[in-house]
């Protein structure tokens, strides 16, 4: 569980259950058959915007073919009682394993693409499957009565019953979903959805973590297609698998607010009821109302409040009064790394990267020392943000070999360099904005493979050797630039790295900003930190670098004690131009 | 199987994949416009061909506007002049809704835009097609022409074996490649086309150029809806639609731009071409409800191991 | 002919640009000099209208940039050349000319104009069919300039033209640039990291270090003071 995620679970579900309760009684004084249904109905798309929530909200893989589950459920219900006489209780627990599975198989090859690519092709599973089961002759199965055994069937004369029902599922599914905001699991699909490249160099492995979305996503899914196809008795393949349902999905859940789990909640309370009643009533007029409301919603929704009315209606209203309390937890204690000097931690070798005909990087060769910090600087252009994305994983190596204590960093995935003991920043720093500080920066602990009472232990005491202790509650979207720039660096820290990798960490700082961060880069290097450092601001680098490493055109330029590199000949031509060396010396 | 019939069922096949196959094409070029080289993922475009089949249907059947023309010009007159009304259309779609989640706005973001788009354009097309239901009912219609009826016979070749061209394909099949061809003559040598071309590849640079790449935009975007609908009119006379017809084919569409490769107008034709072509070989061994089944397993598979396509630039893999 | 007042930028949550002033008289040349990072390509951003300022005006020609929109600028005759050339790979080279020429002012002299291009660069003529994007970098950057001068301006604006390039081919480029300054008298705005060879061809320079003008002079001036290579070089204290 993350930090103060025990009281946040018993506020949420005590807010659920109350939820709950209301809507039963509501449920008691209905008496209208319609309305019954569109009571049952209403949790049933609730629960299926939040399975889709936990793929596409949370983890930011925006599916258009959530039917593909929804119909394997329902398939699943209302084969088994067809050909196996098999309880629809049992049927929706089968269904349930389906879809898992269903999810492994989908998410496979799918996950390897990204973006409208992922989306578009999720769509065409449940279509495919349409087709099949259109052409298997399943036109139109029903679930047969087995007045026998009512109860086992599923089978209740009070239609109640059955909202009851859907309201226990969504209750269990709504859990679900609060325990995983409430975790690492939450946590690490947040950090996918912002920057899944900062995710990856944070230690998370984004392939399998999205993969766990899907099958907890499918599996819901699927429980509450099996339902629904008890609940209506007769299924056709468009009504489970058709695009209105995948559809139905999302509408509902940007409607409400994406990303949260009350998000779906309030998009199925408003849009539901409000889309079949007016089917209802204006249905032989206007057939299709339905759709035309959804599509008008999901616009407007876009382009007045694209998160969705929860987060809009929550920032407007409820914005958080002050900084949540410090969490009360004895920062790790790591004792300082006692440095050897001299020993070299990194050692680079002719390491190369070209793009088309474009060498970026070429044979660059050079090795930091533990304890050391170590400035990159050249030219615009140089390759030098290349020559970190190569050697943190981000690109392949063309030729050359990178070793870290020995052991071999080329050729790995981002996140297994970051587990090796490898920290790295970037250039633009995207941060949670909502979420308080100690969430940001768990992150790195998290990817670094931590238990959850460790972790929260190595992140405070990361914003501790930042100094940023005091904002630990503060939501993030209220720092400062240079605070900003700090947290990034917490959360590198929060990982227990060897070794970091700082990419124009003072950019666009002014002279007092840019100190206090100096203090802070000394302070880590005098307990043992070594850091490699690309920046601009030469006036501090001069100030903070053991030692340069001078890049141009892909090259290494020049390596050296500070003073003695600017004042090579070779560097300030580079730096301002030969004539301008030639003047000077003539 | 008797050879003699094996070939005819071939041969059928092969002018069916090219008649229907460049019908598609032009489909596609309409969606290559908008997808391939504005980057807007556009989710509605099965919607715009079903405009551009109403439009062409009420043009010719309903208001009678174009009766004079009788039955044998009238209908491909239609699919042309669908064309104009949907690019206004488009173009009011582009300025009011999808300009504001695309083009320089949204340049340089995380994704470019492709979230909110995906999702205003779902909402378009829910509207359209729910829209279209109310507005044109759901009982399917047809741009009614003798031709569909008619074939011209060549053979026998290769002994009794007779292929059939039917004349409403062949004469769409014409016609469809005459606007294609007019497409690219427009973009390859007007300023008009340079400009749209330059504003695809570098709109900062465009801007720098003095062009308005906004506009330039909805120029873009008429014409690839415009394009689609004209396709859509031309199918219209051979097939019967309902409001609900342009989701069978979105899924052909992407197949075949992808197919053809992203950025490349010219390849959404042949990967068009080229779906169509598969479409009609399938009909061979397959019944006809596998047969859509079939060109999603091509796109699945196109997208999973070769989503640069035949001609284009690398596309977004994890 | 160009006038910057006060101009203060904050671009991506940075404070770029401070109180940046700078004049551009009619018929001169001006350079603008820095390191990495001091500015220098927001400046010319926020001339072309890609990013707004927080505070101050830029005019030209009387007229107040900032109520324009960015493709205005050139039918108003600022001629931009962007950072990295900004080809269209797509195109060809002549059809790159052509996009240069969009405006009125333009295509009125277009003939003029294409035969005064393919004087100053030969080798434009030589490729008119080729792709842009097969182009080498020093070909890339003489099409872009050319591109610049094809919509017959008033200001032509180069933005980094050495950058990516070999000294001997950026010396090259800063030939003809001068050449043009010479023989057509047009008013040019050179932004640059090479100070020397951008300086000593210029009539006006000034340096920008971390978003403000530090100093301003000819180029004399600026060549013998040691300021310079102590901004660049990150001598300089507090």
């Known amino acids: 569980m993350r930090y103060g995620a025990g009281p946040q679970l018993k506020r949420d579900l005590t807010r659920l259950a109350v939820l709950a309760a209301a809507y039963l009684m509501l449920m008691l004084f209905v008496k209208n058959s319609y309305y019954q249904l569109i009571l049952t109905l209403v949790p049933v798309w609730a629960l299926f915007g939040v399975s889709w929530n936990i793929l596409s909200g949370y983890g930011g893989q925006l599916s258009f073919g959530h039917a593909s589950f929804f119909g394997i459920g329902a398939y699943t219900v209302t084969l088994a009682v067809v050909y196996w006489s098999l309880s629809p209780w049992l049927g929706i627990v089968l269904g349930m394993v389906l879809g898992g599975l269903a999810a492994v198989a989908i998410g496979t090859p799918t996950f390897r693409l990204r973006g409208h690519y992922f989306a578009l092709s999720m769509l065409a599973y449940p279509l495919a499957i349409l087709y099949v089961l259109q052409y298997l002759g399943f036109q139109e199965v029903s679930i047969p009565m087995h007045r026998d055994n009512p109860v086992a069937f599923m089978e209740f004369s009070e239609p109640r019953i059955y909202t009851l029902i859907a309201v226990c599922l969504l209750v269990a599914g709504v859990a679900v979903s609060l325990i995983i905001e409430n975790s690492r699991f939450g946590l690490a699909l947040l950090a996918i959805r912002q920057n899944e490249l900062a995710a990856e160099a944070a230690g998370i492995n984004a392939r399998l973590w999205k993969m766990r979305s899907l099958v907890v996503s499918g599996m819901i899914a699927a429980v509450v297609g099996g339902f629904y196809a008890r609940v209506l008795l007769v299924i056709t393949p468009d009504s489970v698998f058709g695009m209105l349902v995948s559809a139905q999905a999302v509408v509902v859940t940007l409607f409400g607010g994406v990303a949260s789990v009350w998000g779906p909640l309030i998009g199925a309370a408003i849009l539901v009821p409000l889309a079949e009643t007016l089917q209802a009533e204006l249905g032989t007029y206007l057939p299709g109302i339905q759709g035309v409301i959804y599509g008008l919603a999901i616009i407007g929704i876009m382009l007045l409040a694209p998160d969705g009315l929860f987060w809009t209606i929550r920032d407007r209203w409820f914005r958080p009064k002050g900084a949540a309390p410090i969490p009360d937890v004895a920062p790790m204690t790591v004792a300082s790394r006692p440095v050897r000097a001299g020993v070299p931690l990194l050692v680079v070798e002719n390491v190369s990267r070209a793009f088309g005909g474009l060498k970026a990087v070429s044979e660059v060769s050079f090795s930091v020392t533990e304890g050391e910090i170590l400035g990159i600087i050249g030219p615009n252009g140089a390759g030098k943000t290349t020559l970190f994305n190569v050697l943190n994983g981000v690109l392949s190596a063309d030729e050359g070999s990178a070793q870290l204590s020995g052991q071999q960093m080329l050729g790995r995935k981002t996140f297994e360099v970051c587990r090796m003991g490898v920290g790295r920043t970037f250039q633009v720093v995207r941060s949670f904005p909502r979420l308080p500080v100690i969430d940001n920066v768990i992150v790195g602990a998290y990817g670094a493979g931590l238990s959850d009472r460790d972790a929260i232990a190595s992140a405070v005491r990361a914003l501790r050797q930042v100094g940023l202790q005091d904002q630990s509650g503060m939501a993030a979207g209220q720092l400062t630039n240079k605070q900003l720039r700090l947290m990034e660096l917490a959360r590198a820290l929060a990982g227990n790295p060897r070794l970091l990798l700082l990419d124009e960490t003072l950019a666009g700082l002014g002279r007092e900003e840019c100190d206090s961060v100096l203090t802070v880069l000394a302070g880590l290097r005098e307990h043992g930190m070594t850091i490699c450092i690309i920046e601009h601001t030469m006036h501090a680098m001069m100030r903070l670098a053991d030692r340069f490493v001078v890049l141009d055109h892909g090259r290494v330029l020049a390596t050296g004690l500070p003073r003695a590199v600017v004042e090579d000949s070779s560097v300030i031509e580079a730096y301002l131009g030969k004539k301008w060396l030639a003047r000077q010396n003539a | ?318 | 002919m160009l006038e910057v007042r006060d101009l203060s930028v904050a671009y991506g949550g940075l404070r770029a640009l401070t109180d940046v002033s700078l004049s551009v008289a009619e018929g001169r040349f001006v350079t603008l000099v820095g390191p990495n990072g001091a500015g220098k390509s927001t400046l010319f951003k926020t001339i072309s209208g890609v990013v707004p300022p927080v505070s101050g005006t830029i005019t030209f020609a009387g007229e107040n940039l900032l109520a324009r929109r960015p493709s205005d600028r050139a039918h108003l005759g600022i001629a931009h050349v962007p950072e990295g050339r900004q080809v269209f790979k797509t195109l060809t080279v002549r059809e790159n000319l052509e996009m240069g020429a969009y405006p009125k002012a333009g295509r009125a002299q277009w003939t003029q104009t294409l035969d005064r291009i393919h004087t100053l660069f030969p080798i434009l003529a030589e490729r008119a069919g080729q792709m842009a994007g097969t182009l080498s970098g020093g070909e890339q950057q003489m099409l872009a300039i050319g591109r610049g001068l094809a919509c017959a301006p008033r200001l032509l604006m180069l933005d980094e033209p050495s950058m990516g390039l070999a000294p001997s081919v950026a010396e090259m480029i800063f030939d003809r640039i001068s050449q043009i300054h010479r023989e057509d008298g047009l008013t040019i705005l050179l932004v640059e990291q090479r100070v020397a060879e951008a300086l000593e061809r210029s009539d006006r320079g000034y340096v920008l270090e971390t978003g403000h003008i530090v100093l301003e002079g000819s180029y004399e001036t600026l060549l013998s003071d040691d300021r310079v290579r102590r901004s660049y070089l990150g001598l300089t204290e507090a």
């Open chain 2, 1 to 318: 199987m008797d050879l003699e019939i094996l070939v005819e069922n071939v041969l059928n096949a092969v002018t069916a994949g090219i008649t229907i196959g460049c019908i598609y094409g032009l489909m596609c070029i309409g969606l290559g416009l908008i997808f391939g080289v504005m980057r807007i993922v556009n989710f509605a475009q099965g919607e715009l061909l079903m405009l551009g089949m109403f439009a062409s249907f009420y043009l010719v059947t309903g208001g009678k506007a174009l009766a004079f023309l009788g039955p044998y010009w009238g209908p491909f007159v239609g699919a042309i002049c669908a064309a104009p009304i949907v690019f206004v259309g488009g173009a009011l779609l582009h300025k009011f809704l999808l300009s504001r989640v695309s083009g320089l706005r949204t340049a340089g973001t995380l994704d470019e835009g492709h979230f909110g788009q995906l999702i205003v354009t779902l909402g378009i097309s829910l509207i359209l097609q729910n829209g279209g239901q109310i507005v044109f009912g759901s009982t399917p219609v047809a741009v009614r022409t003798p031709l569909s009826a008619e074939a011209f016979l060549i053979g026998p070749v290769y002994g009794g074996a007779t292929v059939f061209l039917n004349k409403a394909k062949l004469i769409a099949f014409v016609v469809a490649i005459l606007v294609a061809v007019v497409l690219y003559m427009t973009l390859e040598y007007t300023r008009l086309g340079k400009a749209l071309r330059a504003s695809a590849d570098n709109p900062t640079a465009a801007t720098y150029m003095g062009i308005e790449v906004d506009r330039a935009y909805r120029v873009a975007f008429g014409l690839g809806a415009a394009i689609t609908a004209v396709a859509g009119g031309l199918m219209a006379t051979y097939i019967s639609f309902g409001p609900f017809v342009g989701f069978d084919y979105v899924i052909i569409m992407y197949s075949g731009v992808v197919l053809g490769g992203m950025g490349s107008i010219l390849g959404a034709f042949w990967g068009g071409l080229t779906v169509g072509f598969v479409q009609q070989f399938s009909a061979l061994i397959l019944p006809p409800q596998l047969q859509n089944a079939a060109i999603f397993v091509v796109f699945l598979m196109i997208v999973l191991l070769r989503p640069q396509g035949l001609f284009g630039r690398s596309a977004e893999r994890a």
